[in-house]
Structure formats: structure tokens, C-alpha cells
């Protein structure tokens, strides 16, 4: 399994994810990320968090959007990320906030991942990000199937997915990208659920479907945390199963820098059977 970290913004969020990591990395995952703000405005705060997880001997992967990168840029960055040894990226196009264009020298996350592999050749695994209920800028189902089909054949190593609450959208999408010829692992990114609201806006702006049954339930239980949690918990707890059984090589969890609900879900998948890498 692996998770996912943001960088922290102030001294004391960056304390308290040390805790949390040190409290998820007793579960030895095979790696953690970092995300990277689109436009390169996490940067530092990106790098540094590598770097801590790195000095505590665990695997880093840096998020890296191109959207309003230069090849120049990137250049530099990669050598950066080399330079301090980190061996895994997530190589996305990231998404401007509204107003600020296009710009940059890369289109389309396919078109970084080509040129991370021209420059750096086989130094850096690279991972890309699949979308199971479709990217929601996306033209039609097939185009963007078409789409990651080619930021495989650019060069990845495997993808993670944007988060789901149905199986079925999962196992179709590795299906059908297998069929078109994009075979590398497609490892499930995994949304504890915490709180009602922020996961309800969240999807929406992400293009994540949260199914009917469940934002039902999830607004009936109003400011009840407990419910929430509980209901949450065996929600994803049936979800993370349904995926291994199906055949799912890994789980990556979205922590949203918080431990419980990730140990949690964690501790109750090693019940049911022991959690591969
Ligand atoms: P692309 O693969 O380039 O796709 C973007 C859109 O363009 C899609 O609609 C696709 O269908 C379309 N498209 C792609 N290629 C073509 C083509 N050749 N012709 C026509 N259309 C095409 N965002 C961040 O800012 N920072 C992060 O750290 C971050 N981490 C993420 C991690 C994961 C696992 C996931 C799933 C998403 C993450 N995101 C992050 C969000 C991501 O940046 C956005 O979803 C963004 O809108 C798309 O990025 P992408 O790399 O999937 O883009």
C-alpha cells in the first residue's frame, strides 16, 4: 500500500504530519507521495516534505504538474528531485486555478512523461493518474480512455486512480485499457470518508462520483461525526475488499494528512487478509 500526503503550509501542520506519517509508516508502505501544486506553488513546501519522508527510510514520490511549465524548468526540477534521490514521480498536467491560462510548454500530462523519459531514460518510476468514472474535462469516455492509453505508451510505469466509491467503474477501466494495450498496474487511490461536506464538494470538483446510497446516508447522519465516521469506515473498509478480491495490485490511500481513518481501514483489511505491498 502507499500513501499520500499535501504539503504543509505552516510549522505546525508540518509537526503534525511527522506524526502522522510516523504513526502510518509502522505499517511499512512501499511508498508515500507528496502532491505538487499546480503551477509550481507548493515547490518547496513539495521538495521539503520529499525529503523529511526520504531521511525517515521510506520510498518518496514527488507529484510534478507540467501545466505552465517550461522544458527548462522541468529540466532543473528533475535534477532537483535526482539530486536528492528521489526514484518516483507522479507526473501529472495538473490544473491552473481559474484565470491564470494555459501557458507552459506541456499540453498534456502524456506530453511530460515523454519528456521525462527522453531526458532521464529509465532513472525515475514514473507514475500517471487514471480516472475510472472519467477526467471531467474530458471530451467523451473513449477520448479519455485514448487519452491514458497514450501517457502509458509515453513512457509510465503504472497509474493511480482518482478516488471512487464503485468497483465496477474500476474493473471496467482496467479492462478496457488493458484491451487498447495499456497493461501497467492500475493501483486504486482509496478516499477514506471523514466528513460529510468536504467529501460532497470535494467529488464534485474532482469528478468523483460519490453514489447516491451513500451521500443519502451521509447527509441524513447531519453533524453526527461518529455516525459519519462508522458509516465511512465499513463503506470503504467493503470497497478496499471488493478491490483486492477483484484483483487490484495495491492500495494508495489519499490521508488528507490525517492517520486515524487510514490505520484504521488498514488495520481492518490485515484482518480480513493480510494487505500486499
Ligand atoms: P491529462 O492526462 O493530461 O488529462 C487531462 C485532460 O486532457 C483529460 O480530460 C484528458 O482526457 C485530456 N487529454 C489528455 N491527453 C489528450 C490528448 N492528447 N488529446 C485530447 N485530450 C487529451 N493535481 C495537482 O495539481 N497536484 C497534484 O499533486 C495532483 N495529484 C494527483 C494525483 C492523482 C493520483 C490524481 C488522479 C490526480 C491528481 N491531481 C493533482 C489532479 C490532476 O492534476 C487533474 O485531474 C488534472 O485535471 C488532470 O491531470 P492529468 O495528469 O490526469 O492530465
Avoid at 173 to 192: E, L, N, S, T, Y
Amino acid at each position: 500500500m502507499s500513501f499520500e500526503y499535501f504539503p504543509p503550509k505552516t510549522p505546525e501542520g508540518a509537526e503534525k504530519l511527522r506524526t502522522v506519517r510516523r504513526q502510518l509508516q509502522a505499517l511499512a508502505p512501499e511508498f508515500c507521495s507528496v502532491t505538487y501544486g499546480a503551477g509550481g506553488s507548493t515547490q518547496q513546501g513539495t521538495f521539503e516534505t520529499v525529503r523529511e519522508i526520504l531521511q525517515e527510510g521510506v520510498a518518496a514520490a514527488s507529484h510534478f504538474s507540467c501545466i505552465g511549465a517550461t522544458r527548462q524548468s522541468v529540466r532543473e526540477q528533475l535534477a532537483l528531485l535526482s539530486a536528492m534521490g528521489v526514484q518516483r514521480l507522479v507526473a501529472l498536467r495538473g490544473d491552473l486555478p481559474s484565470g491564470y491560462g494555459m501557458g507552459g510548454e506541456f499540453q498534456y500530462a502524456s506530453d511530460l512523461v515523454s519528456f521525462i523519459r527522453s531526458e532521464t531514460g529509465d532513472a525515475f518510476h514514473i507514475e500517471v493518474a487514471a480516472y475510472p468514472e472519467v477526467h471531467p474535462q474530458a471530451r467523451s469516455p473513449e477520448a479519455d480512455l485514448r487519452a491514458y492509453v497514450t501517457k502509458v505508451q509515453a513512457g509510465a510505469s503504472s497509474a493511480i486512480t482518482q478516488y471512487f466509491y464503485n468497483a465496477d467503474a474500476y474493473f471496467r477501466f482496467v479492462d478496457d485499457a488493458a484491451r487498447q494495450g495499456a497493461q501497467v498496474p492500475v493501483v486504486p487511490g482509496i478516499m477514506p470518508i471523514g466528513s460529510s461536506s468536504q467529501l460532497l464538494r470535494f467529488s464534485d470538483a474532482c469528478g468523483a462520483e460519490v453514489p447516491r446510497w451513500i451521500r443519502l446516508r451521509l447527509q441524513s447522519y447531519g453533524d453526527d461525526v461518529a455516525s459519519i465516521k462508522a458509516f465511512g469506515l465499513d463503506v470503504v473498509t467493503h470497497l478496499c475488499e471488493q478491490l483486492l478480491a477483484g484483483g487490484a495490485p495495491a492500495l494508495h490511500f489519499y490521508t488528507m494528512n490525517q492517520s486515524a481513518a487510514t490505520l484504521e481501514l488498514c488495520r481492518r483489511l490485515e484482518r480480513a487478509s493480510p494487505l500486499s505491498a
